[in-house]
């Protein structure tokens, strides 16, 4: 047990969410519990992971939820483990809400993605078709963000560009994309910044400069592709071909990348197969496989694509995509993505009326820095 790496989880201390400051302490070796002296509150090492409160082992519940992250049905898991299927479901939720929150805190920041490709599934659900929107970095295979909607609409496509926003510095762009339309305004609404020019009133919004589309159409006919077309929506053809060989290498625009990702995700979560018997019954049941699919995807999978030759040896050394984005040094196991603390916002003083008491500045001039 190190203090020294562990943070308060609680949402009411002003040290929330910092480590390395001295305020926790060992409260008990035997429980593994520690101790904040901030507030004074003890948690369990588990507290924010997905173990939190499970009386089954972790090695049991990581054996589980590595099966379901790779497309083991349901009901296998429930003869060779002999657990009930809502046991099996709440472990699930716990791994997709655990996977979502790592995703933002690691995958969600501002780095250069050079080409995006994004493209959507067709997903059978009780009662009807809900749709899943995906978008990945080409360059490492990074999944960056995905979305699920009843309606495959501008909304669905608008909040899956403000995830892949939320990924990107202002850097030069490629967005490859299916014939979907809603794609071109949602990329040009989202891709813009505020022109502060001094005067009152909302200020005037600027695209980004040298954010390029193009479209991949495929004509079909008794289910097979008959015809490609490759359409130029923003950039010049120099500048697209340019951002193309960066992040891809030899060959032409294409959505491949993003359908082989597409053909990984149908892989694994039983409801995204065209042909089977298997619905979802919930659309958050959808998003809790996708996201712990997508950070499986992302942490724990040895991409061969990615793989890099040494300089001693000749063997060439396996890269996961979050390895080749720089995001971590070494591929994660299930455990580890399951029991990863994500740390809480920074706690920021309240707002109130009148001068700040001693107290409260003694917290601000320790807790927030700028603010004292």
Known sequence: MNPTTVFCPNLACPARGQTGQGNIGIHSRKEQ?????QCRKTFTTTKGTAFYRLRTSVETVTRVVTLMAHGCPLQAIVVAFGVDERT??????RAGVQGHAVQEHLVEQPRALGQVQADEIRVKKQGGIVWMALAMMVNTRL?????????RDLTLIRRLIERVRACALHRPMLFCTDGLCSYIRAIRETFREPVQAGA????RL?????ICIAQVVKRYAQRRVVDVERRLVDGTPARV???????????????AYIERLNATFRERL??????????????????????????????????ESLRVAQTTTSAAVGRTPAMATGITDHCWTVQELLAFHVPP????PPKQRGRPSYALKRLMERWCGDHG
């Open 33 to 37: 519990r520690f101790i904040c002296i």
């Open 88 to 93: 099996v479901a709440a472990w699930l939720q």
């Open 143 to 151: 999944w960056l963000a995905g979305e699920v909607s009843e309606h």
């Open 200 to 203: 009152l009133g909302r200020p």
């Open 206 to 210: 600027r695209p980004w400069r040298n």
């Open 241 to 255: 071909e340019t951002l193309r060989r960066r992040s891809q290498g030899n060959g032409v625009i294409n959505t």
């Open 270 to 303: 039983a409801a995204l197969t065209r042909r089977g018997r298997a619905l979802a019954r919930h659309v958050v049941t959808l998003e809790h496989g996708m996201y712990l699919i997508g950070t499986v995807y992302n942490f724990c999978t040895m991409h």
């Open 345 to 348: 916002l920074r706690w920021t």
